[in-house]
């Protein structure tokens, strides 16, 4: 149990996805832009990284690699992940147009979100149970929330500010980013 507390908080905390590792930058820069918006982003991430966790171990260990074919696991994840994406799509289409609208072209981009295939693969690579990769998956996508949503409320609270006209858009959120991966690693003490 103590093993998959310190997973729990390393995923989330210490090497979290964005601010550690730098997967996932697209969504985190790109719908960080309201609170609302990068909320609903982090609840699609944190169900499609931890059943892709799930479903990727399963398929990984019952059969990839009992027919030996372990090299197909980049390949297989891909469509494994684009399938639940599609998913998520229609289940936000169908019960919050309003998520689905806001989030626009990133809900798709969560297909090619280099931190959904990150992890499936360190799941495959720390050769991780079933268990243990759900748990990896559910608080790394839990870092990934936790992080935009407090860029978003930076951001939020940065469009009152009088910022010079040099540092507006990107570099502010770029400078504010970097202040909080430095932040985060201050986690590191933890374990």
């Known amino acids: 149990m103590s093993s998959l507390l310190k997973i729990a908080l390393a995923a989330a905390l210490v090497n979290n996805v964005v601010l550690s ?52 696991n980049t390949i297989v994840f891909i469509l494994l992940i684009a399938a639940l994406v599609q998913f998520v799509e229609m289940a936000l289409k169908k019960f919050s147009p309003a998520l689905y609208q806001a989030l626009g072209v990133y809900l798709p981009l969560i297909t090619t979100n280099c931190a959904v295939l990150g992890i499936a693969l360190t799941n495959v690579q720390k050769e991780y149970g079933f268990l243990t990769s759900i748990v990896n998956g559910l608080f790394t996508a839990i870092g990934f929330t936790i992080a935009i949503v407090i860029l978003a409320g930076i951001r939020e609270k940065m469009e009152y500010n009088n910022i010079p006209k040099a540092f507006k858009g990107t570099p502010i959120v770029l400078i504010t980013a970097g202040l909080m991966a430095i932040a985060f690693s201050g986690f590191a003490g933890l374990l």
Not at 55 to 65: D, K, Q
């Open 21 to 72: 590792q730098f997967l996932g930058l697209c969504p985190f820069l790109g719908v960080s832009k309201k609170t609302k918006t990068a909320a609903g982003m982090g609840m699609a991430v944190i169900f499609v990284i931890t059943i892709s966790s799930a479903l990727t171990s399963l398929v990984y260990n019952y059969i990839l690699a009992p027919l030996d074919v372990t090299y197909l």
